[in-house]
Each structure stands twice: as structure tokens, then as C-alpha cells.
């Protein structure tokens, strides 16, 4: 049963007002993912306390580094439930992880930061990974 969405509205929030493009359905992720001839940031948010203490704060924190994603979406795992597994489907080697943030260049995951590599860590730390990332492959 997806989440209420008087629940996980505010959570969305938190990436819609940095630029983010909600993908919603299935066919959302295959319309930017499939045919993306520049790198796509894909946020998959959750509502677990390490996406609101350590991740959103921390893609919110790498966005303001000299180099960033052009294109900057995100699925919301338990309640957008078919596109977070569609999504998840580009994350080729990876094993389904929320919340997490993938970095896909022609239809591959180029850099992928798991949960394990989110919890327990500070916004700061996690931001320079992701920056590091931007800027190899951005």
C-alpha cells in the first residue's frame, strides 16, 4: 500500500523547489531516462529518517558547486511504486536501495550512492561524493 499523500507531500517538496521533475509513472522515467543524451540525476526519495537528515539536505548542498546534472529528476519509493521499479530497472548491478541518488549517462548508472553509503553520514560528506561525481561525469 503506497504512502498517504498528505504524508510524503512535504518530502517531495524538498527536491520540487530545488528543480527536480517528480517522474510519477513508468513511462515518465522511460521518456527521460531511455533517450537522455546528457547525464540525469535520479533521486529516488523515501521517507526514511537518513533521506530527510542526511540526503535531500545533502543533493540540496551539491547543487550549489561549480558543476551539476542538466537534467534533475526523482521517483518516490512507497508511493510511486511502478516508477520507482522502472527506474530502478536503469540502475543496472545495483540492488533496489531508498533512498538513493543515481547518476545515468546514456542509459547507464555512472555513479550510484546507495543507502549504506548514506546512513550514518553528514550532509557535507555525502554532498562532496555526489560533487566528485559531477564532476567526472558532467
Known sequence: MPYPDLLVQPMREDLVRLGFRELRTPDDVDDVLAGADEPVLVVVNSVCGCAAGAMRPAVALSLRGDVSPPVLTTVFAGQDVEATQKAREY????PPSSPSVALIKDGQPVF????????GRSAEEISSDLESAYKEHC
Open 91 to 94: 540502475f543496472v548491478g545495483y
Open 112 to 119: 550510484m550512492l546507495e543507502r549504506h553509503r548514506i546512513e
